[in-house]
């Protein structure tokens, strides 16, 4: 993978991230996208049904992410992603009416469990110390088998955050992912714990300076190539298929796949990939929040678990969401509904609303789907992998799907990372 053309297959952020790294670093890089719009799982769109712009589901990231963060400046949208200066998290429980603010102080050193101020409601410090478990590394287990899944601490910290990091139930999740969060997040302090959201929409931050920077550096993108077929000769990727364009390698020409696993294991022969799949459900409501609602809320014992708060809307987000795939959108839209107008203390006639369900939003963090995730190396030498499927150490986020495709450009670069997990091919 010396100096010729890396042709990268899909526009999300891990195909994206590869393309930024290896264009910036002077490569001639083709991206090739199946739909007419670049950012896959994470882009926005004009919703005609309320006449606004949206994004495809709401994205919270962390001050620890530093491979997202990295990539925004690098396209040049570092201050695109707002939150708070120090870590704050408000939560309100539905079932008790309680209201609090979670505090974590900045530093390595947890005193903040030591304050009732900061720390969960109904919790002492004992409670906090199973959780340093999660620090040890362990082999891969369901997480229910190394803490309690229960108590307070469980429902009003450990649950939220994780099923929102994870996409699946907390208690049969993996381990190690889990404890990949807690090792990346609290474990590094509050100031590793910033939630950060782009506010004005996930396209302006993530997806639109990302085209213009591949531009600038000269990459070409194809949108509407829908990648049919690998052919393969030998140990050698020899074209890539697009039905009715083929495109023929030349000998340093390498590949990078960054499309869903789901479509990876039916082009590339014998490939492991993660096979289940967790929902997530997001609605979105048009009004003006009222002032001083928080532009991040957990809610515990509600329908949605966060609600995300924008100029024009309010907008929830319920993870692993597989048992209201089947609801009939008015009646989630007017349940959601219900939980927020206590909330915001204005019961009232549901206003105009839209439910977005992602069936395969994710895939489920579980252990033995965490064990079907490939390294990006392949059997192929020109044929490298990426997404947030793969295995990045992280749950499918925009940090694993960034960190994906830099490490595969890496590798394209010669200064190969090494990734977790097994190799495919
Ligand atoms: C509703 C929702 C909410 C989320 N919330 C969060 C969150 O709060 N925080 C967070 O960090 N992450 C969140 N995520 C996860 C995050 O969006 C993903 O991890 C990330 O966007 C995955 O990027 P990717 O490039 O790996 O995959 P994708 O975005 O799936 O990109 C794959 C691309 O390949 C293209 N493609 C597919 N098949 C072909 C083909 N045959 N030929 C050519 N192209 C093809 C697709 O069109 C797509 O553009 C959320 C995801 C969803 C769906």
Redesign the pocket.
């Known amino acids: 993978m010396d100096r010729g053309t890396v042709h990268i297959?899909?526009?999300?952020?891990?195909?994206?991230a590869a393309a930024v790294r290896l264009a910036g670093a002077g490569r001639e890089v083709v991206v090739?996208?199946?739909?007419r719009h670049?950012?896959?799982?994470?882009r926005s769109y004009f919703e005609p049904a309320l006449d606004l712009t949206l994004d495809?589901?709401?994205?919270?990231?962390l001050s620890a992410?530093v491979a997202?963060l990295a990539f925004l400046r690098t396209i040049g949208s570092g201050d695109k992603l707002v939150g708070p200066k120090e870590a704050e998290f408000a939560f309100a429980d539905l079932a008790s009416g309680e209201r609090w603010l979670l505090h974590p102080n900045n530093g390595r050193l947890p005193w903040w469990v030591f304050s009732k101020r900061r720390r969960v409601p109904g919790t002492n410090v004992f409670d906090y110390l199973p959780l340093a478990r999660l620090l040890r590394g362990t082999p891969d287990r369901k997480l229910g088998e190394v803490i309690a899944c229960e108590g307070p601490l469980y429902e009003k910290l450990v649950r939220p955050i994780f099923l929102?990091a994870l996409?699946t139930d907390p208690a049969e999740a993996s381990s190690s992912l889990a404890s990949a969060i807690m090792r990346e997040t609290l474990a590094r302090g509050g100031r590793a714990c910033r939630p950060l959201i782009a506010q004005n929409g996930l396209g302006p931050a993530f997806i639109d300076p990302a085209l213009c920077y591949l531009e600038r550096n000269g990459a070409t993108i194809r949108f509407d190539?829908?990648?049919?077929k690998l052919d393969l000769a030998g140990d050698r990727i020899e074209a890539l298929d697009f039905g009715e364009m083929s495109v023929k390698l030349a000998s340093d020409d390498a590949v990078i796949l960054?499309?869903?696993g789901s479509?990876a294991r039916l082009?590339v022969p014998g490939i492991a990939t993660p096979t289940t799949f967790r929902a997530?459900v997001?609605a979105h409501f048009k009004l003006k929040p009222p002032p001083g609602f928080p532009k991040l809320l957990g809610v515990v014992n509600g329908t949605a678990e966060w609600l995300f708060s924008f100029p024009d809307r309010i907008s929830a987000?319920i993870s692993a969401a597989d048992r209201w795939i089947e609801t009939p959108r008015e009646e989630l839209a007017q349940k959601i509904w219900d939980d927020i107008a206590k909330l915001i203390g204005a019961p009232g006639d549901l206003p105009p609303w839209i439910i977005?369900k992602?069936r395969r939003?994710?895939f489920a963090a579980l252990p033995e789907e965490n064990a079907r995730r490939p390294t990006a190396v392949t059997n192929w030498p020109n044929l490298l992998i990426?997404?947030?499927?793969t295995a990045t150490g992280l749950p499918?986020?925009?940090?694993?799907?960034i960190r994906?495709?830099n490490a595969a450009a890496d590798l394209v670069l010669g200064a190969g990372r090494s990734m977790r997990g097994s190799s495919v091919g």
């Open positions: 297959v899909g526009a999300g952020l891990a195909g994206l090739y996208e199946l739909a670049a950012g896959g799982r994470c495809n589901g709401n994205h919270l990231l992410n997202a929102a996409n190539h829908q990648l049919r960054a499309i869903p479509v082009v997530i997001n987000t977005i992602e939003a994710t990426a997404g947030d499927w499918a986020t925009i940090e694993g799907a994906s495709g």
